[in-house]
């Protein structure tokens, strides 16, 4: 009820703007015209709303004044139309760029909340893990311990029992990949602290990954290619570089495994905007669109329990983030996997 009642003191109100003007035209009531347009839109109204408004107020004065002298006005008949019209306009431009505003904004709170989250989780991770892998860190060394005892033993008296000699590398195979799980979570609480950065050609990481790695890929048949023309020169952490090659790497031979087509390619390069660019790729299923938007994500794993932590991806990411870079998987690899690491490439300064 109040809304008809106010939109009926508008269009009174509009109704005498317009006459007013087309009787004796000014700027000032052209731009009362203008605002009261505007508070048309406001109150709900649409421009049919108006342009009817206004061809009844225009047909009123046409009446008065008579076919003759309206032929010599039609120009100042069409400006109040015209100016409701440029104000409907004006309105919805600004109610565009508003909601345009707004998204962006709303963009900008989603993007920060991800990366809070995201932080959230890696403190709380970082945390928890400094506080546990030391309690996990002493049994385990009781255990090694314990096994090289009971190892060194059976080697004295070899036959014995030699399934109990089996169990014992077993338990040793096992505590070694504890021990992995819990390194990888003491990183998790340490922040790019320790070793220090130099300059470096990331190449080097590459040539002593594969040369680390080459018995174990020639034993399963993987090929590799890899095309480095050129010095990729970085300031960074030698051995967290080296882990995040080497994390990738292995990724991608787990991934080729047992595949009838098995290749590795590592390509590098210097992008246009100064960062180095080294991208690891393989020729096996590529990941599951499921997975992609927990993959780096800690614990995510799809190996079979015993091969595989989770932390591979979300580790490398972290060291990659502490240099200042990034690590993406590239969603449009034509085929398998592909993972690029972005590092800000660094020539030794003078300084
Ligand atoms: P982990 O290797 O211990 O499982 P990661 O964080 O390194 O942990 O990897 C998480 C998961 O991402 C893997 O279990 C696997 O499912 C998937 N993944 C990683 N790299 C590849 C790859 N190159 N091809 C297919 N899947 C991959």
């Known amino acids: 009820m109040a809304e008809k009642s106010s939109s009926d003191e508008l269009e009174r109100r509009y109704g005498e703007e317009a006459l007013a003007y087309l009787r004796d035209p000014s700027e000032q009531t052209l731009y009362h015209i203008s605002l009261l347009s505007k508070r048309f839109m406001r109150a709900g109204l649409g421009p049919e709303d108006l342009l009817a408004l206004h061809a009844s107020v225009v047909d009123a004065e046409l009446e008065r004044i008579g076919a003759e002298e309206a032929r010599a006005r039609v120009g100042q008949l069409d ?53 546990i892998v030391h309690e996990i860190n002493q049994p385990l060394n009781a255990i090694k311990l314990t096994c090289q005892d009971v190892q060194r033993t059976l080697r004295r008296a070899p036959h014995e029992d030699p399934e109990l000699a089996e169990s014992i590398d077993e338990v040793v195979q096992e505590t070694r990949r504890m021990a992995e799980i819990v390194d990888g979570l003491r990183r998790f609480g340490r922040r790019d602290a320790d070793s220090p950065r ?67 390619r590592i390509d590098g390069r210097l992008t246009g905007d100064d960062q180095v660019e080294l991208s690891v790729s393989d020729t096996g299923p590529g990941i599951a669109e499921e997975l992609r938007s927990t993959l780096f994500e800690p614990f995510v794993t799809t190996k079979a329990a015993g091969s595989g932590t989770g932390l591979g991806l979300s580790l490398s990411r972290q060291i990659a983030e502490a240099h200042g870079g990034s690590l993406q998987l590239d969603p449009e690899a034509p085929k398998g996997a592909r993972f690029v690491l972005r590092l800000p490439a660094r020539e030794p300064g003078p300084a």
């Open 79 to 131: 400006a109040v139309a015209l100016e409701a019209m440029i104000a409907y306009g004006a309105y919805h431009r600004e109610i565009g760029n508003l909601v345009e505003e707004l998204r962006r904004s709303q963009k900008e709170l989603r993007d920060s909340t991800a990366m809070l989250v995201h932080r959230g989780k890696m403190g709380a991770l970082g945390e928890l893990s400094a506080s």
């Open 198 to 264: 130099r300059h470096y050609d990331l190449r080097d990481s590459v040539q002593r990954v594969l040369r680390l790695v080459e018995q174990q890929l020639t034993v399963c048949g993987v090929s590799r290619e890899s095309s480095l023309p050129e010095p990729l020169m970085v300031l960074g952490d030698r051995v967290q570089l080296e882990q995040v090659v080497m994390n990738l790497v292995s990724n991608a031979r787990d991934a080729v495994q047992g595949l009838p087509q098995r290749t590795i």
